[in-house]
C-alpha cells in the first residue's frame, strides 16, 4: 500500500477483555514500532522489530501488552484483561532497514470503558 | 537513555508571525533529529530533519537550527498560516539505538 496502514480506527471494549490492533507497514519496510499517546502526553515507545532479529520490546509497560510480525510485515498487538489507563491511540511506524525517517499510520484510538 | 524536552507545550500566535519550538536531548551520541507534525486524526508526519554534522537547515518556511554544544535545537515557522496549526514533536536518535526519542509535543495554533 501507499502508507502504513493501521486497524480498527477506533476500539471500545470493556474493561478485563482483551484487544487486538493491528498495523501493515509500508511494502518492504524491514523495521517497524508502536508508539502509545495518551491525552497531553508525548509518543511514548512500546516495541520495535528489525527484520528477523529478536524485539525490542524495552518500551512495554507491562506482561499484558505483546506484539507479535508474522513473516516480517503485518503485526499485532496484543493488549489483555485491558485497564481504563490502557485508553489512548496506539500508533505504528515503519521505515526501512536504519534508515531513519518513521511513517506512521493514522492510529487506533481505544477506549476501555 | 536518552530524554527529550520539549517547550513550550502550547503556541498561540497571529497569522503571518514568525513561531518557535524548542527542545533539549540529553544523550550527546544523539545524531539525528527529527520534527513531526499530527494534525488532528492522522498520524505524526515528518517535515524537516537535521543531523548532527550541521548547524542548520531550512525548507521553505520551515528551519531547524542545532547546537550540539548546548544539546539543543529549535524549529522555526515563519509567515505562519492557519494550516500550520497542529501538534509538532521533536525527537532524538542516537547513533547507537534506532529508536527515536520524542518530546511531549507543541500545540500550535495558528489565529487568522
Known amino acids: 500500500g501507499a502508507g502504513v496502514s493501521q486497524s480498527p480506527s477506533n476500539k471500545v471494549t470493556e474493561k478485563g477483555k482483551d484487544v487486538e490492533l493491528r498495523c501493515d507497514p509500508i511494502?518492504?519496510?524491514?523495521?517497524l514500532y508502536w508508539y502509545r499517546q495518551s491525552l497531553g502526553q508525548g509518543l511514548e515507545f512500546l516495541i520495535y522489530?528489525?527484520?528477523?532479529?529478536?524485539?525490542?520490546k524495552s518500551g512495554l509497560p507491562s506482561d499484558r501488552f505483546s506484539a507479535e510480525r508474522t513473516g516480517g510485515s503485518v503485526s499485532t498487538l496484543t493488549i489483555q484483561r485491558t485497564q481504563q489507563e490502557d485508553s489512548a491511540v496506539y500508533l505504528c511506524?515503519?521505515?526501512?532497514?536504519?534508515?531513519?525517517?518513521?511513517?506512521f499510520g493514522q492510529g487506533t484510538r481505544l477506549t476501555v470503558v | 537513555g536518552e530524554n527529550v524536552e520539549q517547550h513550550p507545550s502550547t503556541l498561540s500566535v497571529q497569522e503571518g508571525d514568525s513561531a518557535v519550538i524548542k527542545c533539549t536531548y540529553s544523550?550527546?551520541?544523539?545524531?539525528?533529529f527529527p520534527w513531526y507534525k499530527q494534525e488532528l486524526g492522522k498520524g505524526p508526519q515528518l517535515i524537516i530533519d537535521?543531523?548532527?554534522?550541521?548547524g542548520e537547515k531550512k525548507d521553505q518556511r520551515i528551519a531547524v537550527t542545532l547546537n550540539k554544544t548546548a544539546k539543543h535545537f529549535s524549529l522555526h515557522i515563519t509567515e505562519t498560516q492557519p494550516e500550520d496549526s497542529a501538534v509538532y514533536f521533536c525527537?532524538?536518535?542516537?547513533?547507537?539505538?534506532?529508536?527515536?526519542?520524542f518530546g511531549r509535543g507543541t500545540s500550535l495554533i495558528v489565529h487568522p
Open positions: 522489530f528489525q527484520g528477523n532479529s529478536a524485539p525490542d
Open positions: 525527537a532524538a536518535l542516537s547513533g547507537g539505538s534506532y529508536i527515536p526519542t
Open positions: 511506524a515503519s521505515n526501512r532497514d536504519r534508515v531513519t525517517e518513521a511513517f
Open positions: 537535521i543531523r548532527s554534522n550541521v
Open positions: 544523550d550527546s551520541a544523539s545524531n539525528y
Open positions: 511494502s518492504g519496510h524491514t523495521a
